[in-house]
């Protein structure tokens, strides 16, 4: 009885672990794709961030963050100016 049992056990195991073993080649490969595909959004993400030979993103961002900085120092001088004539208006 007890060889049958472990004959049993034995054939238990070897399913099992041949089950484990097909279920870890497929999510290797399911993770190999995942990381191919990741690697490609990646790739297309950083092409449109740098730009890569063209005008990117990140080319626009410092762009357009120039032409406000520009605009803002403009308005500070203005207003500085307009608050300097009122209290030499208001003051005198």
Known sequence: M??????QFRLD??????????SQK???????EYIVANNKRL???EHTVNGNGSRGLAEDVRSIKGK???????VIIVLGA??????????H
């Open 2 to 7: 007890s060889n049958e049992s472990d004959e």
């Open 68 to 74: 406000w900085g520009v605009v803002y120092g403009f």
């Open 82 to 91: 307009v608050a300097q004539a009122a209290a030499l208006h208001f003051f």
């Open 26 to 32: 497929a999510l290797t490969k399911s993770l190999d």
């Open 13 to 22: 195991v070897t399913s099992l672990l041949s089950e484990v073993h097909t």
């Open 43 to 45: 790739d297309d993400l």
